[in-house]
């Protein structure tokens, strides 16, 4: 497979070591900081997929940019509003888009985990969630991706199964993010630590937590 990268830092770079020994190409770079390739290109569209790890203030033109020359993409970028690009391109006729706030196969589980839990807590009554993620000091958004990930989900099945007048009233679950130096100075850090947490009236908290 031909795959040209976006964004080319830890992740970008951790992509392309994957990619190279999986047997895959890598066919063109765009990154401001470290390449002059250009989207319209040849090299470029040569690529059967473009993958995307940017910036939150980046995504949304590096994505337009990469279907305007018929290259589908796969982005993790984080921090923006994806939702609303994904909504007006569903309108249109484009190569295609997955994004996801994380692809990790466990923090995947902690979402489906994440949604049982929400219909627990709905359904026992009394208790308030919240999230505590802690990650690494180099990441760019907070809270991240994964965080609002989790809440969304969260405010979704409390909502659909709410008998409140007004169903769709936003649920109240506060995300607290932590930046740390763990993942620099551990040699096998946890990039992320995400719980969530809920206090009935005169008992203990009762958590959920899940790692990245």
């Known amino acids: 497979m031909n795959i040209a990268l976006i964004g080319y830092g830890k992740m970008g770079k951790m992509i392309e070591s994957v990619a190279l020994s999986r047997g895959h190409q890598i066919v063109c770079v765009i990154d401001p900081l470290t390449s002059t390739q250009t989207f ?3 090299a470029f569209r040569s690529a059967d997929v473009a993958i995307e790890f940017s910036r939150p203030d980046a995504a949304e033109s590096n994505i ?11 982005s993790g970028t ?24 994380n692809y990790s196969v466990g923090v995947n589980i902690l979402f489906a985990v994440n949604r049982y839990l929400a219909q627990l807590l709905h359904h026992s009554g009394g208790y308030t969630p919240s999230i505590t993620e802690v990650h690494h000091i180099h990441k760019l958004d907070a809270p991240s991706g994964t965080a609002v990930t989790l809440r969304e989900a969260i405010s ?21 993010s932590i930046r740390s130096s763990l993942s620099v100075t551990k040699p096998n850090p946890v990039r992320a630590l995400l719980s969530v ?16």
């Open 197 to 212: 947490q809920s206090s009935p009236p005169n008992t203990s908290p009762a958590n959920a937590a899940g790692t990245q």
């Open 78 to 101: 984080t921090g923006w509003n994806a939702a609303a690009l994904r909504d007006e391109l569903s309108q249109t006729s484009h190569p295609g888009i997955i994004w996801s706030s």
């Open 156 to 176: 979704q099945e409390l909502r659909a199964t709410s008998q409140d007048s007004m169903p769709n009233k936003p649920i109240d679950c506060p995300i607290e």
């Open 40 to 42: 319209d290109s040849p």
């Open 64 to 74: 337009r940019q990469a279907i305007a020359q018929n290259v589908p993409v796969v």
